[in-house]
């Protein structure tokens, strides 16, 4: 829905809650011509129903609006002496449409003065769940939202079974574009297994101010571009087109910002020709083929790949046995494999042949040789033909949303023969650092603007499932900040002492407070 669709379907819901209501308004002690006014009449409402004038604020946000109609709709009935459960139930289920009823049928009083306690305990539970659920979307849909690490391509700058706390504010939060949704879940209901929301209508892509731009090396968590899997992990080849803010959720590191040239040699980055030097926490790994003497037997290889680190797994490629194939390792792992003894070699493997599943299909590319590439930038404009058409295709026809079409050797856009392009908005390069285990950014492309979710900040809980008993949690993870300089430090002994002393204080406290009584 465009904004003019918008504004049209927002001025024909204040006409419906007019002609709800207006009846009401005047019992109330207001106008009817109240209850048309646009925003003005939610104001009056509240004062209506006895609650604070900043509800009107909740009623416009998405998401939390789903939640808060149906309370208004309550303490509406309520207002009025409809506080039976049967008022209750279809006043939620008519989604307000029985207050219509109540306008022109009955004849009722306005309880001005009406307590705003919960008359039974039910009652006061569903009035501080809901409460809890507003704050709680709230915060997980604008402020903070938590996330697991589900696959290895970070591996080993952040581990499977991570538990992160992602940073809408950061980069600017974004408001969710599709307005009916469960709240604080993805694209799936647990239990269930089905779809948590409508894919109408949708709301045009809008981010608040943000505090940083998003810079090479930052680990980003984004919606997946590609995505079509019905759910993450789903392997039963189902698909579904999903709207941009319900595609599945991705962690990789920005490796190309807007307007760089991007170039892969030999696993290199390069950003504009020059290397791209990464920070001391990432781990960058690579696949290594191994030689070693086969004659020496206090040679230990489980025992050598726990040392080093290697944890995507290793095997012999031939029945020789003679090369040991380790599919993810540093570049300081492959150095202490070097040092030790009966280890002849150790070398990356880098791949010289092309992939076919390559971005743009280039047929010389591959994930270890790529591009040069230019990452596009919102307002440049490039030259657009036949050749340069593969990689800013689907930026046109999907992500901008123009139609394109080629008739000979003819590009057409929004039914216009063209030449060039202007991009609309900002595209990005992620990419995993564990980078023969990682599906990025080199075999599906750019990933937009309008896809950027947040910044992972903190991981407050990591857990091994290949570890036993205690040793499950990796206690050296827990509370450590994903960015920053240096290695990662742990603050969980700040937070039990910090927890320590709140308990004692409030001991204390609740001791002097008897004694004064």
């Known amino acids: 829905m465009s904004l003019f669709h918008w504004f049209i379907f927002f001025l024909l819901v204040q006409i419906i809650h007019g002609l709800g209501t207006c009846k009401l308004y005047v019992n109330a002690g207001r106008k009817s011509w109240e209850a048309f006014i646009p925003i003005y009449n939610s104001i009056v409402l509240m004062k209506i129903i006895n609650r604070p004038t900043w509800w009107t604020f909740l009623l416009f946000i998405p998401i939390i609006n ?66 809890a659920i507003v704050v709680a979307t709230l915060v997980h849909t604008y402020v903070m939202q938590p996330y697991t690490i589900p696959t290895s391509s970070l591996e080993k700058s952040l581990l499977i079974g991570d538990f992160l706390f992602v940073s809408k504010f950061h980069y600017g939060a974004r408001v969710p574009m599709t307005t009916v949704a469960a709240p604080m879940v993805h694209d799936t209901l647990p239990i269930i297994k089905t779809k948590s929301y409508l894919s109408w209508p949708q709301l045009p892509y809008f981010r608040f101010p943000s505090f940083q731009k998003v810079e090479k090396n930052d680990i980003v968590v984004f919606n997946w571009p590609a995505d079509t899997v019905y759910k993450f992990f789903d392997t039963s080849g189902s698909s579904i087109l999903k709207p941009v803010d319900k595609k599945s959720n991705y962690v990789k590191r920005c490796q190309g910002t807007p307007g760089d040239s991007l170039q892969i040699k030999n696993g290199t980055v390069y950003i504009n020709g020059k290397e791209l030097i990464l920070p001391e926490r990432a781990k960058t790994q690579y696949s290594y083929a191994v030689t070693y003497d086969m004659n020496n037997p206090d040679l230990d290889f489980e025992y050598l790949l726990n040392q080093v680190g290697s944890t995507d797994g290793a095997g012999f490629k031939t029945e020789a046995r003679d090369t040991l194939y380790l599919r993810a390792l540093t570049k300081a792992g492959a150095a202490t494999l070097r040092s030790i003894s009966g280890i002849k070699s150790v070398t990356q493997i880098v791949a010289k042949q092309g992939e076919s599943n390559i971005f743009s299909h280039n047929p010389n590319w591959n994930g270890d040789n790529f591009g040069p590439i230019y990452i596009p930038q919102a307002g440049k404009t490039v030259a657009l033909n036949l050749k340069t058409l593969p990689f800013y295709k689907r930026i046109i026809s999907v992500y901008e949303k123009n139609d394109l079409k080629v008739v000979g050797n003819e590009i057409y856009v929004n039914d216009k023969k063209v030449t060039s392009y202007t991009f609309k908005q900002n595209y990005y390069w992620m990419m995993g650092d564990n980078r023969h285990n990682s599906e990025d950014s080199r075999y599906w492309g750019y990933v937009p603007e309008d896809h950027i979710v947040g910044k992972p900040v903190f991981i407050w809980m990591s857990w091994d499932t290949n570890g036993k008993g205690i040793n499950k949690i990796r206690w050296e993870r827990l509370f450590t900040t994903v960015g920053g300089d240096g290695q990662p430090q742990s603050y969980f002994k700040y937070f039990l002492g910090l927890l320590a002393l709140y308990f004692v204080g409030e001991y204390f406290w609740k001791k002097r407070k008897k004694a004064k009584a």
């Open 66 to 131: 789903l939640i808060m109609f149906p309370v208004v709709w309550i303490e509406t009935l309520r207002s009025f002496g409809k506080n039976s459960t049967i008022d209750t139930w279809l006043g939620i289920l008519t989604c307000g449409f029985y207050i219509y009823y109540i306008n022109y049928t009955q004849d009722v009083k306005y309880i001005e003065d009406r307590s705003l306690v919960a008359k039974t305990k039910t009652g006061d539970t569903v009035s501080s769940l809901l409460f």
